[in-house]
């Protein structure tokens, strides 16, 4: 069961944190994973530690706010690959402020990755799915898509945009054979928690996590591994029935 045997995966943001757990995990399920991320030596390290396993990976340096750089993303992974079966759309930014801390800029930008971002590269992906009859787009969403946080509104709106356009593919495209779900985590303890609270609670770092972790009423924050799990699930064929949906994993937040 949840074999991914030699099924294309395209997985943006692969670098680090939960990206970077997908990618090991498809990797393990012998999926030819394609590792996508802005930072180059991120993507390798992924890539790297999928072929130490035993895996099979390729790392790509892809900015996927960019229309033509992930024009060229796809067209190089087809050349290879000749086909995708699987696009994780990972890659993504947060910010935190109410809509009086936040910039045009800074809804510029989290616009620019978290919403263009998914839009690029679902657009490249979904014609050559719909060639070769089928495939699974999965999004990472966000339990802010489903609802209100705290200072986090340019953030919520990008996440909402990301539900939306999960239905929406998924209607669209369910007689082309092409899934599309989205998960919805709330606070998963990742490297980029880790430096924001580094950066902006120095000397207090210990007391914010343990804040951060109390949201959950479970009592902690998820993993990257939890939400891989639930990524290879609806990514193979055992979810074959499973698609427009929004699944959260959030440590009982959403029933408190």
Do not use: W
């Amino acid at each position: 069961m949840f074999l991914l045997t030699d099924k294309v995966a395209v997985v943006t943001g692969a670098g680090s944190g939960i990206g970077a757990a997908i990618a090991a995990l498809f990797g393990r399920q012998q999926a030819r994973v394609a590792v996508v991320d802005v930072d180059d030596a991120a993507a390798r390290r992924t890539a790297d530690a999928i072929a130490h396993d035993g895996g099979r990976a390729e790392a790509f340096v892809c900015d996927v706010s960019n229309a033509d750089a992930v024009a060229r993303l796809f067209e190089a992974v087809a050349s290879d690959s000749g086909r995708v079966d699987i696009l994780v759309n990972n890659a993504g930014i947060a910010h935190v402020g109410t809509i009086e801390r936040t910039s045009e800029a800074d809804f510029d930008r989290l616009y620019a990755v978290n919403v263009k971002g998914i839009f690029f590269c679902a657009r490249a992906a979904v014609p050559m799915m719909v060639r070769q009859g089928g495939g699974v787009i999965l999004n990472m969403a966000s339990i802010a898509s489903l609802v209100g946080i705290p200072e986090r509104f340019a953030y919520s709106m990008t996440k909402g945009a990301v539900h939306t356009m999960t239905m929406s593919i998924a209607i669209d495209y369910v007689k082309h054979k092409i899934r599309c779900n989205c998960i919805c985590p709330a606070r998963v303890h990742t490297p980029f928690v880790d430096q924001y609270v580094a950066r902006h609670y120095a000397g207090r770092e210990q007391d914010v996590l343990a804040q951060l972790s109390a949201y959950q009423p479970i009592g902690r924050m998820g993993t990257p591994e939890e939400v891989a799990y639930l990524a290879l699930y609806l990514c193979s064929d055992e979810a074959s029935f499973v698609t427009g949906q929004a699944y959260p994993i959030d440590g009982g937040v959403l029933v408190s």
